[in-house]
């Protein structure tokens, strides 16, 4: 029996020590029903949670508030996440909660919406960071499986949308246990290819748990440390991962990011259509402007003397109106070598063209696939090559390669 008296602040002192040392109290989930919710003016949450058999005070700091996507109402059943811990003055033990859930929602989802909460505190998803996309980018790095039908759908849209720009494809798995460090080594490679001035990360649709690895904090950290702006196309537009989040622009298809990757050529050529049409409008505008001034300053001279002021003014008036009428011809001589060149451009990449120059446009036969390099037939394939007249089809006896495979990180 020990005769050693010690004070009340002491043993409240002890015993905070001893709980907030206990590591199941300090990474707690708890269940229970809101009830007495009081959120100060300060922006702090003060309730209670409680069940059939105790009750328990909690506290949710306005810092950690304020990252909640839920609010607790009373009455309401919910699960929160927090420590234990002790309030000195009054000997009270209490829950300082930083995650709060609607009740039976899942272990799945309370372990993403405490990383979500954790990783936002970090400010890795503040809107302030993200940065704005290349115009016209030259390189574009692909993260996704070299095998699903996501990259083949991204290469259409560039080469339909905007031919002039280079894919290079970083492989990885998209789906499994392996797929969170394998899409993290990805981002990581593109890193290093320095012509690359934005990265696509996609996926095609799925189930929460395919997807879930959009949500690893591997993934999460490579994309928030890429060196160049990062776009997402996961799953469908109801698919809101974590990698979303992070990413300076988010798309809601994998298709729709590579539209949002590149300019349209149409587009392109339209604007500057409309651009020559206002130009021109501008000189009519301005040669106006100039003929009234010059009826303006002709209708001076005429009311002045003596002569030789008269034909002096009038000369400079006939300068100025020679200088007018140079400056638009100029101007329209230079919108017309830009719409020729513009349409010598479409004319190059017209198919036909590229046909009727001697080349072939390559297809395996039987499922229409396009061969664009030696990997993509094997001995054996049926390929199908159309030329300006018609077509050939024919049987791979050997294929040969004669360089290394570029464009692939």
């Not at 980018?137 to 905007?162: F, L, M």
């Not at 009826?295 to 400079?316: K, M, N």
């Not at 396009?370 to 294929?399: H, K, S, Y």
Request: net charge neutral.
């Amino acid at each position: 029996m020990t005769t050693r008296v010690i004070s009340v602040g002491a043993l409240t002192a002890y015993i905070k020590e001893l709980l907030e040392s206990d590591r199941l109290l300090e990474d707690i989930w708890l269940e229970g029903e809101v009830s007495n919710m009081y959120p100060s003016p300060a922006g702090h949450w003060y309730f209670s949670l409680k069940d059939e058999q105790s009750q328990l005070k909690c506290v949710v700091w306005r810092s950690i508030a304020a990252r909640q996507r839920h609010f607790p109402r009373n009455g309401e059943q919910i699960s929160i996440h927090g420590r234990i811990s002790v309030y000195e003055p009054q000997g009270n033990y209490q829950l300082l909660g930083d995650v709060i859930l609607p009740a039976g929602i899942g272990i799945l989802a309370m372990r993403l919406e405490q990383l979500r909460q954790r990783l936002d505190a970090e400010g890795l998803f503040d809107e302030s960071r993200k940065r704005p996309l290349p115009e016209a980018p030259k390189a574009i790095g692909v993260v996704t499986s070299a095998s699903g039908s996501v990259w083949h759908d991204i290469q259409n849209v560039i080469r339909r949308r905007y031919p002039f720009a280079e894919l290079i494809l970083s492989p990885t798995p998209v789906q499994g246990d392996q797929a969170p460090e394998g899409i993290a080594a990805a981002i990581a490679r593109l890193q290093e290819v320095e012509r690359v001035e934005v990265i696509i990360v996609a996926r095609g649709g799925g189930s929460l748990e395919d997807l879930f690895c959009f949500n690893d904090e591997r993934v999460v950290r490579a994309i928030f440390a890429s060196r160049v702006p990062v776009i997402t196309g996961i799953g469908h537009e109801t698919d809101v991962t974590l990698a979303d989040l992070v990413a300076d622009l988010r798309a809601p298809t994998p298709s729709a990011a590579a539209e949002l990757a590149v300019p349209s050529i149409v587009e392109m050529v339209e604007r500057l259509t409309d651009l020559t049409e206002r130009a021109a409008e501008v000189t009519q505008d301005l040669w106006q402007a100039y003929a009234s001034a010059l009826d303006l300053a002709t209708g001076r001279l005429r009311r002045q003397s003596p002569a030789e002021r008269v034909r002096h003014s009038r000369d400079s008036v006939d300068a100025l109106s020679r200088r007018i009428r140079q400056a638009e011809r100029h101007r329209i001589a230079m919108e017309r070598l830009q719409l020729r060149r513009l349409h010598d451009l479409l004319q190059t990449l017209e198919p036909e063209a590229m046909l009727r120059r001697g080349y072939a446009r390559l297809s395996l036969a039987d499922s229409g696939r396009p061969v664009n390099r030696q990997l993509d037939v094997r001995t054996g394939d049926r390929i199908r090559a159309d030329l300006l007249d018609g077509a050939i089809i024919a049987t791979v006896q050997q294929t040969m390669s004669s360089a290394p495979e570029k464009g692939t990180a």
